[in-house]
């Protein structure tokens, strides 16, 4: 599979190009960059700075696939970007991890992936060997930091019998940087971590490049074989393994907690009660504690 590629300089939100082209009826592959986004927006319409520094990309699938498994094209898309980020910058190979269901993260320096998640069998909740692992409260230092930092969303949606897939990337810290929002998510970005040789469109071109290179593969056999070939890698890189989390929906309800042991070959993420018992989570936000 080889996509076709249209870059703009700017654009309302490339998801939106993306969108028109499905209702044009033009055949799945289709890529569009965007330098920069004026109605940027992620996962649940919310909205999505997109200043010069991001790596603005969409895509058009139409994968003949059983509806049951598009759950996993959000996991699969994560593990493409996981791949693509470690082929430019091989030293964070140990670092950069899918967090499910929609983002990907990077550990703390200094921390692999083994060692920014705890064993199944240690304490996770707050005062029981692992407090790292609370969110901190805003504007309370006393609580411990975060154990990783946000590199990079996607939003997956259906939209007249097609898929539109958004990615975006921090690939460069904005000069602006009150743009940047200060939200729960703290962001990282790629000319941080040693990628930032050479000016930043180039750079935002290698990631969108290294993308499209990456998903190509991995796409096709999951349209024939579905996520199960990609499970074990997902579980290796998740930065949820170990940990214990709250799935909540936006209301904050909570919807099941647990330890998380794996993801499931339909894309549920699977945690075990304190009680032993396994759940299976297919929505809502994964809260660490």
């Known amino acids: 599979m080889q996509f076709r590629v249209e870059s703009f300089e700017t654009v309302t939100s490339t998801n939106d190009l993306i969108k028109r082209a499905i209702e044009e009826g033009q055949p799945e592959g289709l890529a569009v960059r965007g330098l920069r986004q004026t109605a940027g927006y992620g996962r ?22 059983p ?50 998640a705890p064993s199944a069998g240690e304490g996770s909740a707050c005062g029981e060997g692992s407090s790292a692992l609370c969110d901190a409260a805003p504007g309370d230092d006393s609580r411990p930091k975060r154990p990783f930092h946000k590199l990079c969303g996607i939003s997956t949606e259906m939209h007249a019998r097609a898929l539109c897939v958004g990615v975006g990337v921090n690939v460069a810290r904005p000069a602006d940087t009150a743009s ?26 290698a990631v969108a490049g290294a993308l499209c290179d ?23 890189c998740s930065a949820l393994s170990g940990r214990f989390v709250r799935m909540e929906d936006l209301s904050g309800n909570v919807l099941a907690a647990g330890t998380v042991t794996r993801v499931a070959p339909d894309g549920r993420l699977v945690l075990r009660t304190p009680e032993g018992a396994e759940v299976f989570a297919s929505s809502g936000e994964a809260h660490i504690r």
């Open 180 to 205: 940047v929002p200060a939200g729960k998510n703290i962001p990282v970005y790629l000319d941080e971590l040693g990628f930032c040789e050479g000016p930043v469109e180039d750079r935002i071109n």
């Open 67 to 116: 509806p049951a498994q598009l759950p996993t094209l959000s996991l699969l898309v994560g593990l493409a970007v996981r791949r693509a980020i470690a082929s430019l910058v091989p030293e964070l190979e140990g670092r950069v991890q899918v967090k499910w269901p929609n983002d990907i993260v990077v550990a703390e320096a200094g921390a692999s992936l083994d060692e920014a």
């Open 214 to 236: 990456q998903l190509a593969i991995v796409y096709p056999l999951w349209c024939e074989q579905g996520f199960e070939p990609f499970q074990a890698e997902f579980d290796a």
């Open 44 to 65: 649940q319409g919310r909205a999505w700075e997109s200043p010069i520094g991001g790596m603005y990309q969409s895509f058009l699938l139409r994968p003949e696939v």
